[in-house]
């Protein structure tokens, strides 16, 4: 069948509205008998999914509706919506948001030995609601033109030698606020405030994208910076000598800041069964589909990275504070504002 014709995408929360509405003058649902012709996802994640849903589909012959938006945005209409949700299944580009839709009661606990076997402890929620589906570490990011000695650490990017070379994402991030959460779980709130205060220290310049934030490295702007792996292996896709250098932080510590990629099934979905299906496919056969197409790495540790990635070299991360970004999000928040952290 063709996949276009089965792959609807609502961008905005008016078509979204209009979609619902649209189903409610039916009179129906879109279930069928055995509840698995479509299911409705929302998705923060928002690189390569088309490829994703569209293999799903041409494998299940399930119809895979989406819309996108910010984690938070979606979990605002999550909670909105109620028991008349259509979100079947969500999706997040962070751990701490999908944990605190799990604390909400939005979400629902899928007991599943495809899940369990696939998806490491520390990756999935301890009441199986929400299981991640890839990994995305914070890295330090230099100039490979203008910087010979990088930092190995989140303390050394305070180090006043980058003052007014420096470039962070801004606090209202959440990948900013799951750094500082993770932080403050390793080395408690006293140190990561020392370390905040010494980035702001060194007047950096904040830039509300990961992308734009390489590309400044690139143009001379700054020289180190805080970004996800992910966006230098998309530049280094289309750019191969694309002029900046990962370095891998606290690897004589408890390792690089570890994020994810997380799914979950709706506590009101409509079609709970193909939201199941997804999810359990998600970190089976379309694992390394779902990896690749954002360059992540598989949240199974037996799939392997695609080629870009895989030469970024190994690493140690912080797996054991993945469960505790969500926990801690509310102190790290707090955190950045008294420390002045734009
Ligand atoms: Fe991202």
């Not at 199986?128 to 203008?146: D, G, K, Q, Y």
């Not at 990017?157 to 900013?176: A, E, F, I, M, N």
């Not at 004589?252 to 990629?261: I, M, P, R, T």
Request: proline share 5%; charged share 20%; hydrophobic share 40%.
């Amino acid at each position: 069948m063709p996949q276009n014709s089965v792959l609807k995408k609502t961008l905005t929360a008016l078509s979204l509205t209009a979609f619902v509405s649209g189903l409610a003058a039916c009179g129906g649902s879109n279930n069928t008998a055995d509840g698995t012709s479509t299911v409705t996802v929302y998705t923060g994640r928002h690189y390569g999914i088309e490829t994703v849903f569209e293999e799903f589909t041409a494998e299940t012959g399930i119809e895979v509706r989406f819309t996108t938006g910010s984690d938070p945005e979606l979990r605002e209409r999550l909670a909105a919506e109620g028991a008349n949700t259509p979100a079947d299944l969500v999706m997040t580009a962070d751990a701490a948001n999908i944990a605190l839709a799990a604390e909400a009661g939005l979400l629902s606990p899928v007991d599943s030995e495809i899940l369990t076997g696939a998806i490491p402890e520390a990756l999935r929620a301890a009441d199986n609601t929400w299981f991640s589906l890839s990994r995305r570490l914070r890295v330090i990011m230099t100039s490979s033109e203008r910087v010979t000695t990088p930092p190995t650490t989140y303390a050394e990017v305070g180090d006043p030698q980058w003052k007014g070379r420096l470039c962070l994402r801004p606090s209202t991030h959440p990948y900013t606020q799951s750094l500082v959460a993770g932080l403050i779980n390793t080395v408690g709130a006293d140190t990561t405030r020392t370390i905040v205060d010494s980035w702001v220290a060194n007047d950096p310049l904040y830039i509300n994208s990961d992308t734009d934030i390489l590309k400044a490295i690139q143009a001379g702007d700054c020289d180190v910076a805080l970004a996800n792996h992910y966006y230098l292996g998309r530049l280094l896709g289309e750019t191969p000598n694309f002029p900046v250098t990962i370095t891998w932080p606290e690897q004589s510590g408890v390792g690089a800041h570890l994020n994810v990629s997380a799914a979950a099934v709706t506590a009101n979905a409509p079609n709970r069964a193909a939201a199941v299906k997804l999810l359990e496919w998600l970190v089976s056969k379309g694992q390394k589909t779902f990896s690749d197409a954002n360059n992540e790495y598989p949240a199974d540790p037996t799939v392997e990275p695609g080629e870009i990635i895989a030469g970024f070299g190994t690493f140690k991360s912080d797996e054991a504070s993945v469960r505790e970004l969500g926990r801690r999000n509310a102190e790290a928040v707090t955190l950045l504002s008294e420390a002045k952290y734009e």
